[in-house]
């Protein structure tokens, strides 16, 4: 419960409380710490992006929840938040992509891109009349033979990691990397080490139905989502 003086403060985007706060925007916020965890690793290969997609039903066809996109050859997204804002977040990172494909005849750069996309989540923390987007993303890619990984907020904040998490489980995620991350690991050091902080983050619940891997390659520059048996491959060596 608020304080009787701050609650005035939370009903418009457009005005800050007497302590410089933006209500809204953390609310946003809130809504990606309670969205499934999603984890992204640079590595001496590339970059690795690994969700959890947390199946609530047994009748739910798993293929049909989407948290990580393909943006451009070789860049991919993982969300965490409101799916439908991040879809749309996507979209418009694929036009952006396109449109700079177009007019200079070669790939967006990944941090363009990034800062694109945090330029216009921003504009919806300064104007009346729309919400800011309830979704937070980790943007993969290789530009210029060098992997990036980038991290969005919903206050359009973008920040590079060497490897992060977002969503419910991004302390325990975090704790993990902190004490095991290596710079020189390869794919599969960096996805064991990845399903490795989602088991952590699931507390051992982990399912391998519910995992979706996607890494971008600095050799060859494209960016894939891995097939099953790949993903139930890495789990089961986790596992052993």
Not at 42 to 59: A, Y
Not at 75 to 88: F, K, N, P, Q, T
Request: glycine share 10%; charged share 30%; with cysteine.
């Amino acid at each position: 419960m608020q304080p009787q003086y701050q609650m005035g403060y939370d009903r418009a985007i457009t005005v800050f409380s007497p302590d410089g706060r933006l209500y809204q925007v953390e609310y946003a916020r809130e809504a990606v710490k309670r969205g499934t965890t999603a984890v992204g690793i640079k590595c001496s290969e590339g970059v690795v992006l690994i969700v959890d997609k947390r199946v609530t039903s047994r009748l739910l066809e798993p293929v049909s929840i989407e948290k990580i996109f393909k943006i451009d050859s070789h860049i991919g997204v993982a969300s965490s938040g409101l799916v439908g804002d991040a879809r749309s977040l996507v979209d418009r990172a694929r036009v952006e992509a396109q449109i700079n494909r177009v007019s200079y005849n070669e790939p967006i750069n990944v941090e363009t891109l990034a800062k694109k996309l945090c330029d216009h989540m921003q504009t919806y923390t300064q104007f009346g009349g729309a919400r800011p987007y309830g979704t937070a993303l980790l943007i993969a890619g290789v530009s210029d033979g060098e992997a990036r990984l980038f991290e969005t907020d919903p206050s359009g904040t973008l920040l590079e990691y060497k490897a992060t998490g977002i969503g419910t489980g991004r302390p325990a995620v975090m704790k993990v990397f902190e004490d095991e991350y290596r710079e020189d690991a390869d794919f599969a050091g960096a996805i064991g080490l990845g399903i490795k902080a989602l088991h952590a983050a699931t507390e051992g619940k982990l399912d391998v139905g519910a995992i979706e891997i996607g890494i971008v390659s600095i050799e060859t520059r494209e960016f894939r989502k891995l097939e099953k048996d790949e993903v139930k491959a890495y789990v089961d060596q986790f596992e052993e």
